[in-house]
């Protein structure tokens, strides 16, 4: 019986040492790397972008802007992060939006994007030209879809309920303009 009582201690030790173990988080590097593989697919968005865009506001009013893209990786690449902003006529900014671009090698691309007091989390496919990424609107989608070539960067967005065909809403044509440090310059030093 007191073998019996001194070996108790030893195998709880034992069974929450193999707990413990199986609980350690595994080495981060591999996923890293596929993540790091996967996003310089999108570096042909890397720099700064500038071109005409025109939006259909409400009752089917254009407004036309003067649209830039600046974008560039974060994270030693493994993110993606993309700012636009609209200009309207005058010089003020009629547009400003945000997107942060990820890999999960389980669920493939997404965006999450930051506009017009909106934020959220969409899926995005990589096309042979370019991309697309969606976004939920009641009954609709809103679909955006991105072609690159020749250092043109054209967008459409298009409100798509089953059943019908596709409205558009959005369009921008724009042409690479630069190079960026944005947004890895700046960075604090360690001292």
Same mark, same amino acid.
């Given at each position: 019986?007191?073998?019996?009582? $001194?070996?108790?201690?030893?195998?709880?030790?034992?069974?929450?040492?193999?707990?413990?173990?199986?609980?350690?988080?595994?080495?981060?590097?591999? !996923?890293?790397?596929?993540?790091?593989?996967?996003?310089?697919?999108?570096?042909?968005?890397?720099?700064?972008?500038?071109?005409? $865009?025109?939006?259909?506001?409400?009752?089917?009013?254009?407004?036309?802007?003067?649209?830039?893209?600046?974008?560039?990786?974060?994270?030693?690449?493994?993110? +993606?992060?993309?700012?636009?902003r609209g200009y309207n006529a005058d010089g003020t900014t009629g547009f400003n939006a945000f997107g942060v671009i990820s890999y999960d090698p389980a669920k493939g691309y997404s965006m999450r994007s930051y506009a017009m007091g909106q934020a959220g989390d969409f899926p995005m496919t990589?096309?042979?030209?370019?991309?697309?990424?969606?976004?939920?609107?009641?009954?609709?989608?809103? !679909?955006?879809?991105?072609?690159?070539?020749?250092?043109?960067? +054209?967008?459409?967005?298009?409100?798509?309920?089953?059943?019908?065909?596709?409205?558009?809403?959005?369009?921008?044509?724009?042409?690479?303009?630069?190079?960026?440090?944005?947004?890895?310059?700046?960075?604090? $030093?360690?001292?």
């Amino acid at each position: 019986m007191r073998l019996f009582s $001194a070996l108790i201690p030893i195998v709880i030790l034992t069974t929450c040492a193999g707990v413990g173990q199986a609980q350690t988080p595994p080495d981060p590097a591999a !996923r890293i790397a596929e993540q790091k593989a996967a996003m310089k697919a999108l570096a042909w968005m890397d720099g700064v972008w500038r071109g005409p $865009a025109v939006a259909t506001g409400a009752g089917g009013r254009k407004i036309e802007l003067t649209q830039t893209e600046r974008s560039g990786p974060l994270l030693d690449g493994v993110l +993606h992060v993309v700012e636009g902003r609209g200009y309207n006529a005058d010089g003020t900014t009629g547009f400003n939006a945000f997107g942060v671009i990820s890999y999960d090698p389980a669920k493939g691309y997404s965006m999450r994007s930051y506009a017009m007091g909106q934020a959220g989390d969409f899926p995005m496919t990589l096309t042979p030209t370019g991309a697309v990424w969606t976004i939920p609107a009641g009954p609709a989608t809103l !679909r955006y879809t991105i072609t690159a070539q020749n250092g043109v960067w +054209h967008e459409v967005g298009e409100r798509v309920v089953e059943g019908q065909p596709p409205t558009p809403f959005f369009e921008m044509t724009l042409k690479r303009i630069g190079d960026s440090a944005w947004p890895s310059a700046g960075a604090i $030093a360690p001292s």
